[in-house]
């Protein structure tokens, strides 16, 4: 019982302010509503430093704004998870846009994006852009952030997965297979960077009410950007790698992970 305790929780090794609080914060996606949820809850607890980054800044500037209202000071940078050889430049101007400079506390990597799973059968080319956007663009800008963090000393990276990683559905397996990739891969550099003062906290949600899902049938056990924002500030604060949210799938998808193929490939079918 002790092990299982211990295995969701880290040490707090963040040098943040001295109660622990995210003071700068730099937000892949900036435009995403979970991201601006998890950026305008994390503003009143103390973190006065912003930095969204994406490709579109008119979308990303309301947030920003919302943001600025709350007390922060905000700039907006350019970065696009499918342009891998520009990362290294995106990550170092995020990092120099942050207001009052020093050093940034979080990354949140709030980006990503879905699409029917029928479209993306018939257009392998489709597949393969959502893939780089979902996976293999994060892997190389998360592995630039890891080594500015570990250049600081301290940091935490915090990983939007999603439940849909945890076993693919046929019904999205392009999509589930992206976060599944993304999701090892962001346990694995958590792993790499023990002991480092750095650490990763992969945040798994269900279905969420946001311009993602729009229009969307909700799924059961159906969340909102403002739970995912507090299970991620509440995670942040534990010291925690890994989130559920809502809690219960962790253990829901526990059982569903170890169904025998002929039956989740019924019951996924469904979901
Ligand atoms: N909503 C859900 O049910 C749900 C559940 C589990 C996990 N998640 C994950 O949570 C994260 C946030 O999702 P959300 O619900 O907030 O969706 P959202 O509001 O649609 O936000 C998605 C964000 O990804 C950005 N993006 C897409 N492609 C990009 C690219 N190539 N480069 C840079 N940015 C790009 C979008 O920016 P643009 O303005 O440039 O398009 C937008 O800011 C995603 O990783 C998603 O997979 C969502």
Redesign the pocket.
Known sequence: MRAAAFSEREEVTQVRNALGAIQSLVV?????????AIAARLVPGGCRSVVL????PE??EPVAERLREAGAEVAITA?????IPGHADAVKAAWDALPGGGDVDAVL??????APQERLSDDPTAAAELV???YT?PVSTLLHVAHRLREQGHGSIVV?????GERVRQSNFV?GSS?AGLDGFAQGLGDSLAGTGVDVMV???????????EGKEPAALATT?DAVAEAVADGLAAGRHTVWVPTTFRFLMAAFRHLPRPVWRRLSARM
């Open positions: 892949l996606g900036g435009s995403s509503d979970i991201g601006a980054a994406g490709r579109h979308k990303m970065w696009d998870a499918a342009d990597l709030a980006a990503g994006v879905n780089t956007a979902n663009g939007l997965s999603s439940v849909a999509y976060k945040v798994r949600p269900g279905f969420v009410h946001s311009a993602m899902t950007p």
